[in-house]
């Protein structure tokens, strides 16, 4: 898992409750990213962040915000309106410059709506 | 269409045995590929990468293949031990509008 992590490792929700998922990385890394998994489907890209103070959404964005105030933090929230929001949520950062761009994950949030 | 593939969807072999997992992908431009390795419940964590002038790479008892020419790479591991129980996801890189293109796993099972 490097250096990053993600609180917490379980979270409970009600429906129509936002929620925020915490991602930190001491990596020194520029870029951040959000990506959800569901069973049977590859990783899909929410939000990522190229440098603090700027974000873009991803594949599925809707439903979801973020905000990158420090190089450090990119939290996550899901909001009231992403209609299926059960699932394992993956925080990553990048290294490198130009096509390399490997990732590194946190440990990731398994999320549930109760 | 961008996509990655990957076969078999599941398998499971016994401790100390190879096997080799595949993946065919149509993704252009290719940039890289690169195999990561995720443990249930857990972050997925990198293999290798390859660039496309790359045929071959090695880290530990995993090998990876890569012929641009056919676009297929294969993932071999070596000597199985029961913490290679994880699913193993391709992902290949498209150059153009910067995107990783996830496959959707091999899932492995090391049994004693």
């Known amino acids: 898992d490097g250096g990053i992590t993600q609180s917490p490792k379980y979270l409970f929700r009600k429906e129509g409750q936002n929620v925020t998922l915490s991602c930190e990385q001491n990596l020194n890394h520029d870029a951040m990213y959000w990506y959800r998994q569901d069973p049977g489907q590859g990783l899909r890209l929410i939000y990522y962040?190229?440098?603090?103070?700027?974000?873009q959404k991803g594949d599925i964005a809707e439903g979801y915000s973020v905000s990158r105030e420090k190089k450090e933090s990119f939290p996550l929230t899901v909001t009231s309106a992403q209609k299926n929001p059960t699932a394992f949520y993956l925080c990553a950062s990048r290294t490198g410059q130009g096509n390399y761009n490997e990732q590194f994950f946190g440990p990731g949030t398994r999320l549930t709506v109760l | 269409k961008n996509q990655v593939e990957q076969s078999p969807q599941s398998l499971i072999i016994l401790e100390g045995k190879n096997c080799t997992l595949q993946c065919n992908y149509t993704v252009s431009p290719f940039s890289n590929l690169r195999w990561y390795k995720q443990d249930t419940g857990r972050g997925p964590v990198s293999l290798t990468i390859m660039t496309f002038s790359e045929n071959t790479k090695s880290n530990g008892r995993y090998t990876a293949t890569l012929d641009a020419d056919t676009k297929q790479s294969s993932l071999h591991i070596t000597a199985s031990q029961l913490s290679d129980s994880a699913s193993y996801i391709c992902?290949?890189?498209?150059?153009?509008?910067?995107?990783?293109?996830w496959g959707l796993g091999t899932s492995l099972a090391v049994n004693p």
């Open positions: 992902v290949v890189y498209a150059g153009n509008n910067r995107k990783l293109i």
């Open positions: 962040s190229q440098i603090v103070n700027d974000f």
